[in-house]
């Protein structure tokens, strides 16, 4: 058996004028396999032939399988794409002729736009033996495709989409510290904890966490080639917080941006977002008089500020139509959208817009206006929100804003007949502090010492 243990390739000094390269690099994708499919079927038809002849009629199923290949029957290496690469001259150093490259060029084509390859990828390459001319070429653009590139004539490239199962699995987390060491104790990644706080934001407020606090999440996990590659949408979830629960079901309908309501069967997310950005925290309150940390005495504060790294993407609250787009004295970079004839927002000390943002634009609900910053007078990356109702700033945590209409009649029993289906998933799932979690972790590892 080949050894198939992935090797690094030793960089070379790159043969070709960068130029010419790069346009040789826009085009590494569309194919059929072809000389892979030879050999598999060359071995595997001399196997058959010394088999059991009882044994022929059985399909047969290699192992060892990666990208569609038998892997006992190549030799894997890889490299990593590092700042400078161009794939031509890659390629070239692979041993394909410049008419091989310009060729690959063409059958890429509207099939992957090669200029999207990303630093720190691995490209994988794979040979008949060790040390000999590679035959293909393999890049993951993400865990639920890859493109194959044949590296003989035709050239060809393929881009393959991975089957993919979709597994139902539930979790749960008890707030000891911080949301975070709730979903970090319990295995849950930053996807979860996104798709939490999108779908329970209008009801749970997030800035004020409390220990004890709990939740109940069921959703989807996505398996590919026997390992998990992501998570799938939220289909349930629960938030509990000083015995009153806050719910969100997956039920989509004919408004394909409502897509989830609450226990009454109204719609989970609000009018209005209760906040425009996602983990951060609330630095300053609306005042009357606050002292200004920059002029360094006592006004009105009209707005809720929200400290946030550099550059975290500001979300509009609601929907509607901006109706300006700028830079002003102390504001700095800005924006104010205005989202009916009762109510405006407005965003400050911006870092930049998100393209295509300026006066006029019509945006959505959760959609990035803008990115976190320091401009104007500020003292530190936040973003100050304003909130105006009838021509008034007013504070909007305070605020009792207008909740948007529950389903009826039959859309109602539909949702209801969901939702009893979802609770009696999310009742399954038990509640486990740290002390649970690390007892439960040590008896696994004491069971896995006693039987390896």
Request: proline share 5%; aromatic share 10%.
């Amino acid at each position: 058996m080949e050894d198939t243990t992935p090797q690094q390739r030793k960089r070379f000094r790159p043969v070709l004028r960068r130029g010419w390269m790069m346009a040789g690099t826009a085009a590494l994708t569309a194919g059929i396999l072809i000389a892979p499919l030879r050999n598999e079927q060359t071995r595997e038809a001399a196997a058959l032939a010394l088999a059991d002849p009882a044994l022929s009629a059985l399909p047969v199923q290699p192992v060892n399988t990666r990208w569609g290949f038998s892997m006992d029957a190549f030799h894997l290496f890889e490299d990593q794409l590092q700042r400078g690469d161009v794939l031509g001259t890659v390629l070239i150093e692979q041993g394909v002729s410049a008419e091989g490259v310009q060729q690959i060029v063409r059958n890429t084509q509207d099939v992957f736009n090669v200029n999207t390859m990303r630093l720190g990828k691995m490209l994988y390459f794979l040979t008949p033996m060790a040390g000999e001319t590679p035959e293909f070429m393999i890049y993951e653009p993400s865990a639920y495709e890859y493109i194959r590139f044949e590296l003989n004539p035709p050239y060809t490239v393929q881009r393959i989409q991975r089957e993919v199962q979709v597994e139902r699995v539930s979790a749960s987390g008890v707030l000891e510290t911080s949301f975070w060491q709730a979903m970090t104790d319990n295995g849950l990644n930053d996807a979860i904890a996104d798709g939490l706080i999108d779908v329970l934001a209008t009801q749970v407020d997030f800035y004020r966490q409390r220990k004890g606090d709990r939740f109940k999440v069921v959703y989807e996990k996505h398996i590919a080639e026997g390992k998990e590659v992501g998570t799938g949408r939220i289909l349930a979830a629960v938030y509990e917080r000083e015995g009153e629960e806050f719910y969100a079901f997956y039920h989509p309908g004919q408004d394909s941006r409502v897509d989830y309501f609450d226990h009454s069967g109204r719609p989970a997310r609000k009018a209005f977002l209760k906040a425009p950005v996602k983990f951060s925290r609330i630095s300053s309150r609306y005042s009357h008089n606050r002292l200004h940390p920059v002029l360094g005495y006592n006004k009105a504060h009209y707005g809720t500020d929200y400290a946030a790294p550099y550059g975290t993407p500001i979300m509009a609250v609601a929907d509607g139509v901006v109706t300006e787009a700028g830079r002003k004295g102390g504001n700095g970079n800005y924006v104010k959208i205005r989202h009916d004839q009762t109510y405006e927002t407005q965003y400050l000390h911006m870092k930049g817009f998100a393209r295509g943002v300026q006066r006029g634009t019509r945006v959505v609900q959760g959609q990035t206006i803008g990115y976190v910053g320091s401009t104007g007078l500020a003292t530190g990356p936040h973003v100050c929100f304003r909130f105006w109702k009838n021509g008034r700033q007013v504070d909007h945590l305070r605020l009792n804003l207008p909740n948007p209409e529950p389903l009826k009649d039959d859309a109602l029993t539909a949702f209801e007949s969901k939702r009893d289906s979802l609770l009696l998933l999310l009742n399954e799932v038990s509640y486990r502090t740290q002390e649970e979690i690390y007892q439960q972790n040590s008896a696994e590892q004491v069971k896995n010492k006693v039987n390896p």
